[in-house]
């Protein structure tokens, strides 16, 4: 799974670009603009050539597989073959899933990124700092820079010294020089470099940086302690506020930072749980099986039935993630009879994404001790409301989502404004409005979600298991 970091840059020039063109259409001059905040999808990694400011080869990322091959070698160096062995470290075990593995696998497999580093030239950062160093003026001095939210899924990264971790680097082999400077998730980083059809906003500063859970976190306003959200993007992300204490999950969620809003700001931990295809399998039954032509239509097929009628699915295209781990599983569909449909595949594929958040949700209260009493929602998917009524209604509390579901951007936009230097608004909750919400309340009897919930595990444990090692490592298919 692989991106062109230019065209994301691109996609962030037009962005820029539109949102100018709006805001004149609305005699808003474009000099109002007083901060620009990024956020990103976390994990995926970049190398670039600081000399001519182009990438040294594609974005690999988060859910790409290709490296579980390395994953497998350096756990063979481990004592006990520990997956755990940086957690305490890091808030993370070892997996395909982080950054740190795919630039190991980088450096192993492309002969320009090695040379790159031997050079001195190589750049290594998420999206986030390719965007930010490309933004505030790239190889004419671009500040190469990450903040503390996107650091924490490096695995390079101690979450409580808050610094880059010799020992870790050491162990994957990293050169430390090719790293960005960790700084907070929101300060001024550097002044944009930036001319437009529309206007120049050099000289704006970008002032917020969050990877994309944790400004949807911010987004939902969740600064208290226990305070949780959902979000239904390609992927399922359930973050809780734990406050300034990091917690450790004894139920396979992950520990990462939340947010720290300054400088001199307190940093904040929270407990996370991540499935890896939500919206992802609405598209792969779009795209791929052309059962439908629109997310709108898989919610359609599925109204029409209200019922999977027995059929389950576990959308594990890429193994497993939270609360199992388990990156042998593949995707599979079962309890299938003559009588089974498109539209029972379309409600089992919603019902997937609702129990897997369950699943998540059941390892975070036992980890809290606090059930939550209701989960905030929000992503593109929970404009789909069979789905936020399913969500309900399995896991039994109700499902709260902001009349404005964007709050990946807003958490972004917040940080951003609030950050010293800029202090357009003040993030202390007593100084933050409600938002407007709407309620879905479960509607089902619990015995009913229990059962269905029971039979949808026993499923999980047949996609398990699948895939050995033993496969063609380039990952293709022989």
């Given amino acids: ?30 000099s109002n603009i007083k901060a620009v905040g990024v956020t990103n999808q976390r994990e995926t990694t970049v ?57 190991r696998w980088l450096l192993d497999n492309v002969e320009e990124i090695k040379k790159a580093v031997d050079d001195g030239r190589a750049m290594f950062g998420t999206i986030d ?23 924490s899924r490096t695995m390079l990264f101690n979450i409580h010294s808050l610094e880059w971790d010799p020992e870790l680097c050491q162990f994957f082999d990293i050169p430390m020089e090719i790293l960005p400077k960790v700084r907070s998730s929101s300060e001024i980083y550097g002044l944009m470099v930036c001319f437009l059809k529309s206007g120049a906003l050099t000289g704006v500063p970008i002032s917020g940086c969050l990877g994309d859970q944790s400004a949807a976190l911010v987004g939902q306003m969740c600064f208290q302690d226990g305070q949780a959200k959902n979000t239904y993007g390609t992927g399922c992300f359930l973050l809780c506020n734990t406050g300034q204490k990091s917690v450790f999950s004894e139920h396979g969620l992950l520990t990462t930072i939340a ?33 439908a032509k629109s997310s709108q239509e898989v919610e359609k097929l599925a109204a029409e039935v209200g019922t ?47 129990f897997q958040t369950r699943e998540i949700l059941d390892a975070m209260n036992k980890d809290c001790g606090i059930p939550l009493s209701q989960l905030q929602v929000d992503g593109g998917m929970t404009n789909n409301k069979i789905l936020m009524q399913l969500q309900a209604d399995i896991l039994c509390i109700p499902v ?27 993030l202390n909750p007593a100084d933050l409005t ?17 059962f269905r919930y029971a039979r949808w595990k026993k499923a999980v444990v047949k996609s398990m298991g699948w895939e050995t090692s033993e496969a063609p490592s380039n990952g293709k298919p022989k």
């Avoid at 481990?78 to 795919?102: E, R």
């Avoid at 700092?129 to 650091?151: E, F, P, Q, R």
Wanted: hydrophobic share 40%; net charge neutral; glycine share 8%.
């Fill in 308 to 354: 999977s009628y027995g059929v389950y699915f576990v959308p594990a295209f890429s193994g497993l993630y939270a609360p199992y781990w388990e990156p042998s599983a593949r995707g599979i569909i079962c309890g299938l009879t003559q009588f089974t449909n498109k539209n029972h595949i379309a409600f089992a594929a919603l019902e997937a994404v609702c």
């Fill in 47 to 103: 190398v670039w050539d600081k000399t001519t400011g182009e990438p040294l080869y594609n974005a690999i990322v988060w859910l790409d597989l290709r490296t579980q091959s390395t994953v497998e070698r350096l756990l063979k160096r481990i004592p006990g073959k520990n997956k755990a062995f940086s957690k305490f470290k890091t808030g993370l075990p070892l997996s395909t899933y982080f950054s740190a593995v795919k630039l």
């Fill in 434 to 450: 409600a938002v407007t919400c709407e309620r879905f309340e479960p509607q089902i009897n619990p015995e009913e979600s229990e």
């Fill in 129 to 151: 700092s390719w965007l930010i160093w490309s933004l505030t003026g790239g190889k004419n001095g671009g500040i190469h820079c990450t903040d503390v939210t996107n650091a």
């Fill in 400 to 426: 709260v989502k902001p009349s404005m579901p964007e709050t990946t951007a807003l958490g972004a936009a917040m940080a951003a404004g609030a950050a010293e230097g800029v202090g357009v608004w003040s």
């Fill in 259 to 291: 947010y720290k809003l300054g400088r001199d700001k307190p940093v904040c931990y929270a407990l996370e749980g991540s499935v890896a295809i939500a919206g992802a399998v609405v598209r792969w039954l779009k795209d791929n099986l052309g059962i």
């Fill in 1 to 30: 799974v692989e991106q062109d970091p230019k065209e994301i840059l691109n996609s962030v020039y037009e962005c820029v670009e539109k949102t100018c063109e709006k805001l004149k259409q609305l005699n808003i001059n474009i």
